[in-house]
Every structure is written in structure tokens, then in C-alpha cells.
């Protein structure tokens, strides 16, 4: 069937580290891939998506490549601030299953002072 | 433009209570959509609308109903509220039904005793 997996979290980084956060997908057709943010009591908001293999999303200095040929979408930062301290949530749309958000589980990242 | 709005935002319920999550969107979108959000699992489509009259079954339907008699309005009913419904319940909304950026609710934190 069609899932996302994203690695587990809490991910606690310093300031000014550098963030990598796994996502890979699997799905019957072709995908479009989102990273949505979710900041301490709000809901989420969407931070980057890409449409087809090989498109990058970019925003607020965040990443991520959509690599058909590892079924991945990794999210990435190379600099993170404490404002960075939210959950992060990869998701698929598919249109072949009627474009419904899959989502997976979710990462908690951490940034310290 | 106020966006995406749900009231209300905590809510208790006594097992076998009914109650009414309520969503409102001013942005005239056709597409509105309820997830719930359970730890470790991300969030989960519980029903969608494509458009006003129009409703149809997400992943985890059942115990909730919904409608959609206008485009503004989506509200979600618990028609006999269970402790596995305790959950943090979204609305999202987006313009069309296709690969739209979807807009969150702040959520409501539902707990079921």
C-alpha cells in the first residue's frame, strides 16, 4: 500500500547544527511530496513540496530532493536556529488514490541555545 | 482573512456523549478534509469534502460523521464518543482537490474519559 516513513525522533541538535531528516515513500503511482511544520500549539503549515523526481523544495533554508530511485525526500538544514524547535511531518499525494495526504508519524526536532 | 478556524479547542467527553467539532474556512476552498493525530502516527484523513453536498470516507470513518451543507462549513460529529477517540482532531482545507497546499486549523485536543 501507499506509507510514509520517517525517522524517529526527539532529534536534539545545538544551534547552528546541521539537520538531516529522513523520509522514504512508498507508493503504487507517482507521489507528490510535501514537509509539513507544526509549531508548539499551532497546526501545521507546509513547508516545502516537490511534484515530480528530481524537483527540489526549498524554504526558510530548508531542503529536500525527491529521489525517485531511493523512494526518498529527505529534509534537510544546514544551519538550525531555536526557532527550528517544532514537529516536522513528511506526506505523499497520490492521484491515482484520489489525492489524499498520506502522512507519516512525525519528528520531533529540539534545537538548543 | 481569518483562514482556517475550529472551536472549540479542548473539549472533555464522558464515554457515549455526543459533540460537534466545528470548522469554518473563508477562503472559499472547494476541498476540506478532518484528520486526527494520535503520538507516533502522524495524522490520519477521517472523512473529506471535494465540495458543497459532497462528502466521502477517509482512512478511520468510523464513529464520526460529517456534512457539508455550505462551502464554509465542515463540521464533524461524534455520535457516541469512545476513550480511542481521544485524539487532537484538524481541519485543513485547500482549493481544489488536486495537489493544493492544504491549510490547517489550529486543532481541537478531544479527550474521552
Known amino acids: 500500500g501507499n506509507s510514509v516513513t520517517q525517522m524517529e525522533g526527539p532529534v536534539t541538535l545545538s544551534e547552528e547544527a546541521f539537520l538531516t531528516i529522513n523520509c522514504t515513500y512508498t507508493?503504487?503511482?507517482?507521489?507528490?511530496l510535501f514537509w509539513y511544520v507544526q509549531y508548539p500549539g499551532e497546526g501545521l503549515q507546509l513547508l516545502l513540496k516537490?511534484?515530480?523526481?528530481?524537483d527540489k523544495g526549498s524554504n526558510k533554508g530548508f531542503e529536500a530532493t525527491y529521489r525517485k530511485e531511493t523512494t526518498s525526500f529527505h529534509l534537510e538544514k544546514g544551519s538550525v536556529q531555536v526557532s527550528d524547535s517544532a514537529v516536522y511531518f513528511c506526506?505523499?499525494?497520490?492521484?491515482?488514490?484520489?489525492?489524499?495526504?498520506?502522512f507519516g508519524g512525525g519528528t520531533r526536532v529540539l534545537v538548543k541555545p | 482573512n481569518a483562514g482556517v478556524t475550529q472551536t472549540p479547542k479542548f473539549q472533555v467527553l464522558k464515554t457515549g456523549q455526543s459533540m460537534t467539532l466545528q470548522c469554518a474556512q473563508d477562503?472559499?476552498?472547494?476541498?476540506m478534509s478532518w484528520y486526527r493525530q494520535d503520538p507516533g502516527m502522524g495524522l490520519r484523513l477521517i472523512h473529506y469534502?471535494?465540495?458543497?453536498?459532497?462528502?466521502d470516507q477517509g482512512e478511520v470513518p468510523n464513529g464520526y460523521n460529517v456534512s457539508r451543507s455550505t462551502t464554509e462549513d465542515f463540521p464533524l460529529r461524534l455520535l457516541s464518543a469512545a476513550p480511542s477517540q481521544t485524539s487532537v482532531y484538524f481541519c485543513?482545507?485547500?482549493?481544489?482537490?488536486?495537489?493544493?497546499?492544504?491549510?490547517f486549523g489550529p486543532g481541537t485536543r478531544l479527550t474521552v474519559l
Open positions: 485543513a482545507s485547500s482549493y481544489s482537490f488536486g495537489v493544493d497546499t492544504q491549510y
Open positions: 507508493a503504487t503511482g507517482y507521489p507528490s
Open positions: 516537490a511534484t515530480k523526481a528530481d
Open positions: 506526506a505523499q499525494m497520490i492521484k491515482a488514490a484520489g489525492n489524499k495526504l498520506t
Open positions: 477562503m472559499n476552498h472547494e476541498y
Open positions: 469534502s471535494v465540495g458543497a453536498g459532497i462528502t
